[in-house]
């Protein structure tokens, strides 16, 4: 029995649904399959039901993904121990400057807590890169937003947050309790510098090509709206000076908060950040 197949295991136990576990591999589906099927023949029982819909576990199978678990957590903490007291233990984590979730502040006690020996270093990176240095190479995983190209990168979504204009507080559609991007078709906007990924800058300018100053950094779009009297998207409920003001969009989708990471990596370390991360921001 592999560690790698009991990993298959748990993504087709959690996900409970082949196609959706396989996605979560980056891997495709027959093969998974195959394992799964190869893992009963080991163990002389029946893990999952299958059915049109997806799978439901077994008695069995409960007992192995509670089992499981347990195990890979083991395994992953063996190799960052062991890692820790040759002092080689240490991750790189990109994140976008300016950036005052919540969810990061957990993330980063919970981390602390469970791997205390790991050294953590922070890159941060202005708006105009995602990745916040990953296809660089500068970093082991990135805690960023979406869109971007995802060729070659796994991505996890943490969460989703709801997005707004952003005004000046003495703009005339303040008084609306919300907006559609028809209402801002002839405004000025913060865009980002030429060559940033296609999909982002798309996302941020509403889908749109749109005229304006060029902005690098969270201050940069703030001070574009103060100023100028420009306006761009940001997120619903992070904090906004008085002279702002946010309001929703309601034909916008919710921004993603994602950790990424190179789909060829193993490192346990990344695979132990995305799992504290998943937790800290259901919180």
Not at 102 to 131: K, N
């Amino acid at each position: 029995m592999e560690l790698r197949t009991l990993r298959y295991f748990v993504a087709v136990a959690e996900e409970r649904h082949f196609g959706r576990a396989a996605a979560r591999l980056h891997m495709s589906q027959p093969p998974l399959s195959r394992a799964i099927k190869g893992l009963e023949r080991d163990l002389g029982v029946i893990l999952l039901h299958r059915s049109a819909t997806g799978v439901a576990l077994t008695p069995a199978g409960a007992t192995l993904l509670e089992e499981a678990r347990t195990l890979l957590r083991q395994a992953d903490q063996m190799r960052m121990r062991v890692a820790a007291v040759a002092g080689s233990a240490a991750i790189t984590i990109g994140m976008l400057a300016d950036s005052a979730d919540p969810g990061a502040t957990r993330l980063a006690a919970a981390y602390r807590r469970e791997h205390p020996d790991v050294e953590v270093r922070i890159r941060e990176s202005d708006l105009s890169d995602p990745t916040c240095g990953l296809r660089a190479g500068l970093v082991d995983v990135a805690l960023t937003r979406g869109p971007f190209d995802e060729t070659g990168l796994a991505v996890h979504e943490l969460r989703a947050d709801p997005v707004g204009a952003l005004l000046r507080a003495d703009d005339p559609l303040t008084h609306r309790d919300s907006l559609e991007l028809a209402d801002l078709a002839d405004r000025r906007w913060f865009r980002f510098p030429e060559g940033t990924d296609p999909a982002w800058q798309s996302y941020w300018n509403g889908g749109e090509p749109r005229e304006g100053p060029v902005v690098r950094a969270v201050q940069e779009c703030i001070q574009a709206v103060l100023w100028n009297g420009t306006v761009g998207m940001t997120l619903i409920g992070h904090g906004q000076p008085e002279e702002l003001a946010v309001i929703p969009l309601i034909d916008m989708p919710p921004n993603r908060v994602v950790a990424a990471w190179n789909k060829e990596d193993t490192n346990p370390m990344i695979r132990s950040f995305v799992q504290i991360a998943t937790a800290a921001y259901r919180e």
